[in-house]
């Protein structure tokens, strides 16, 4: 018996054929994977799950893949760091930073594009695509490479120079459309009506998604088997979020961690928040905005699931949060001169609301509370290149270096 | 001259597999009331009686129509709508 046993819309339950669809045609909810829990339930343990390959695919049985033969670059397994600078600055006694910086290509993407490409592969495809703010380009770029299959990433032209190029090395066909993310998602969403191509954000989304469900594992485990009582997530499309809460609660509903009370807090850049922005209103429309942030991969202005981290939010008594540009860099620095993680601005976005709802009592002194870091800072060098240390210049002798620091005792 | 209407493809078993159909109304309400005659029962999957479904998004000309006039924003001639499913991207 397959461990997927078809895809089900979220909005009316309607059953569909486990094949590269995403929307129901009724009524245009989202589908999703359907499991057969059952039959997982009787062989996954903890104890299985500790003997698993150090990454992602130790979760393979809920994973919606048929095959053994995954595509993987090693993605996911990072380290959950307990952030005692952090924590002690900020008032909080039990703080861990989730460093997903530290994936093959250098954010949490890589969970999804494995599962997704995997799944694009057992499905016949020969070509994956997707729409991207910048990570997932890199990562759909290296995996198609991995695969040894043909590979089209849009992006929109005015990203990050080390996303541009940490895509292009991979040498995909990378397409820079002049517009916002907004527009190269329009423009994606009609092209995969028109070519059979796996696009891992469209077509393939229902799979795709199912990858972020692997950070809500890992912590899960990292913790000793037990759900954190507090997270933190950045928000672009929504997306990580609604899967984080779905994976601990499928381990609760599987018996491998006890009840799941955690609260999940949404962060969005002050320049692209339209779900933290109906999340203040408390209203469950999400209207589109749109975006002007030098937080770029945060910078989706429709985002496809904000009206479900809306409700996650909501349900789970969690909060919603934005930062400006300048706090956004104050987050990036603070992160690096505590903890030593170099984060991109998405990050920066994280820290900066972690900062402010410590400060404010929103999350409270001894919540055991998780921090997502999804990017790495080599990416967005641009938002902080004026913010950093300088070369001290000296001559190469011992007596410049002294005279430079002449406060240094011998 | 006419309105092109590009229809995604989980609507398209009710326009008899037509990618793209064409109208000649003017607001967006008269052009889903139009489609809804050409092509019965559409009118309900993409309007909820008040306004276009959460799960849908309407462009005008590449511009989403929550940035116009909703329902009520107006179709020129010649212009170029696109009825897209929402749940993409991220």
């Known amino acids: 018996m397959k461990k997927i046993s078809g895809l089900k819309c979220r909005e009316c339950g309607r059953k569909y054929q486990a094949k590269a669809i995403y929307v129901c045609e009724f009524c245009f909810g989202p589908l999703e994977v359907d499991y057969n829990y059952e039959q997982i339930k009787a062989h996954i343990s903890q104890e299985k799950i500790k003997t698993?390959?150090?990454?992602?695919?130790?979760?393979?049985?809920?994973?919606?893949?048929?095959?053994?033969?995954?595509?993987?670059?090693?993605?996911?397994?990072?380290?959950?760091?307990?952030a005692r600078n952090l924590g002690k600055l900020l008032g909080l006694e039990k703080l861990y930073?989730?460093?997903?910086?530290?994936?093959?290509?250098?954010?949490?993407?890589?969970?999804?594009?494995?599962?997704?490409?995997?799944?694009?592969?057992?499905?016949?495809?020969?070509?994956?695509?997707?729409a991207?703010?910048?990570?997932?380009?890199?990562?759909?770029?290296?995996y198609g490479a991995y695969a040894g299959i043909k590979a089209f990433v849009f992006i929109p032209i005015d990203l990050e120079k080390g996303k541009i190029i940490g895509t292009g090395i991979y040498q995909p066909n990378l397409i820079g459309v002049e517009g916002n993310?907004?527009?190269?998602?329009?423009?994606?969403?009609?092209?995969?009506?028109?070519?059979?191509?796996?696009?891992?954000?469209?077509?393939?989304?229902?799979?795709?998604?199912?990858?972020?469900?692997?950070?809500?594992?890992?912590?899960a485990e990292q913790l000793g088997w037990k759900a954190p009582d507090h997270v933190v997530i950045p928000l672009a499309s929504g997306c990580l979020m609604t899967k984080i809460y779905k994976g601990l609660k499928e381990f609760n509903m599987l018996g491998l961690i006890g009840k799941v009370r955690t609260k999940f807090s949404g962060a969005q850049p002050e320049g692209c928040s339209p779900i933290v922005t109906a999340y203040k209103?408390?209203?469950?429309?999400?209207?589109?905005?749109?975006?002007?942030?030098?937080?770029?991969?945060?910078?989706?202005?429709?985002?496809?699931?904000?009206?479900?981290?809306?409700?996650?939010?909501?349900?789970?008594?969690?909060?919603?949060?934005?930062?400006?540009?300048?706090e956004i860099i104050e987050g990036i620095k603070l992160l690096a001169e505590t903890e030593g993680i170099?984060?991109?601005?998405?990050?920066?976005?994280?820290?900066?609301?972690?900062?402010?709802?410590?400060q404010t009592g929103r999350i409270k002194k001894d919540e055991l509370t998780v921090a997502f870091i999804t990017g790495n800072g080599l990416k967005t060098q641009e938002a902080v290149s004026e913010a950093v240390s300088r070369p001290k210049k000296i001559a190469p002798t011992l007596k410049a270096f002294t005279e430079e620091f002449p406060w240094i005792k011998r | 001259m006419t309105t092109s209407i590009k229809i995604p493809a989980p609507l398209r078993k009710l326009t008899g597999n037509q990618a793209v159909v064409e109208t000649e109304a003017e607001t967006l309400i008269d052009l889903i009331s139009d489609l809804?005659?050409?092509?019965?029962?559409?009118?309900?999957?993409?309007?909820?009686?008040?306004e276009i479904r959460r799960f849908i998004n309407v462009f005008v000309n590449g511009e989403d129509v929550r940035f116009k006039d909703g329902i009520k924003t107006k179709i020129t001639k010649g212009s170029e709508v696109s009825i897209v499913p929402a749940i993409a991207g991220g």
Do not use: H
């Not at chain 1, 976005?349 to 410590?358: D, E, P």
């Open chain 1, 52 to 82: 698993g390959p150090n990454s992602e695919w130790r979760y393979w049985d809920l994973l919606p893949v048929e095959t053994k033969s995954v595509i993987s670059l090693g993605e996911g397994f990072t380290p959950l760091l307990p």
């Open chain 1, 97 to 130: 930073i989730k460093n997903d910086a530290v994936n093959p290509t250098y954010s949490f993407k890589d969970r999804v594009v494995s599962v997704a490409i995997t799944r694009a592969v057992e499905l016949g495809f020969d070509t994956i695509a997707c």
């Open chain 1, 132 to 142: 991207s703010t910048g990570n997932l380009a890199c990562s759909v770029a290296a």
């Open chain 1, 181 to 219: 993310y907004d527009q190269v998602n329009r423009l994606c969403s009609e092209i995969a009506d028109s070519f059979p191509w796996a696009f891992v954000n469209i077509n393939i989304r229902p799979y795709y998604a199912e990858g972020s469900k692997t950070l809500g594992f890992e912590v």
């Open chain 1, 281 to 326: 209103e408390n209203s469950e429309i999400v209207k589109p905005i749109k975006p002007n942030t030098i937080a770029k991969s945060l910078a989706i202005g429709n985002p496809a699931d904000g009206y479900y981290a809306w409700k996650t939010m909501k349900e789970t008594g969690g909060f919603a949060e934005t930062v400006n540009d300048e």
């Open chain 1, 342 to 358: 170099f984060t991109e601005t998405a990050g920066g976005v994280t820290v900066g609301v972690l900062k402010k709802l410590a």
């Open chain 2, 36 to 50: 809804d005659k050409k092509y019965p029962g559409i009118k309900e999957r993409i309007y909820d009686g008040k």
